[in-house]
């Protein structure tokens, strides 16, 4: 069973860094990716890299902001967000799609197996 524990989240003025982590327990061959659901929407995609890493995508709004990296040696994902904006606010969730082939990455929520709790990130204006 696939277990998934997130960190790295929390309080940040406009501007500022955050790195969430996302480390998953009994996961094979994983696509991994980050989605975020602010407070009266859905959730969205974020962020996506590959099992090997080669391949990742981003949602325009964070575009050149954000970097999804892992570590497979710690089968661990992190998201580094620089630049914040008050429209970053949200709950981030990671989520991980197992037995992938090595340069696939994924957009879809429907299209991953196991989630994260979630973790809060809130950025004042």
């Known amino acids: 069973q696939v277990q998934l524990v997130e960190s790295g989240g929390g309080l940040v003025q406009a501007g500022g860094s955050l790195r969430l982590s996302c480390a998953a327990s009994?996961?094979?061959?994983?696509?991994m990716g980050w989605f975020r659901q602010a407070p009266g929407k859905e959730r969205e995609f974020v962020a996506a890299?590959?099992?090997?890493?080669?391949?990742?995508s981003y949602v325009d709004s964070v575009k050149g902001r954000f970097t999804i990296s892992r570590d497979n040696a710690k089968n661990t994902v992190y998201l580094q967000m620089n630049s914040l904006k008050a429209e970053d606010t949200a709950v981030y969730y990671c989520?991980?799609?197992?037995?992938?082939?090595?340069?696939?990455?994924?957009?879809?929520?429907?299209?991953?197996?196991?989630w994260g709790q979630g973790t809060q990130v809130t950025v004042s204006s």
């Open positions: 989520a991980v799609r197992a037995w992938s082939s090595s340069s696939v990455y994924y957009t879809r929520r429907s299209e991953y197996n196991y």
């Open positions: 009994g996961c094979r061959s994983c696509a």
């Open positions: 890299i590959s099992w090997s890493g080669s391949s990742t």
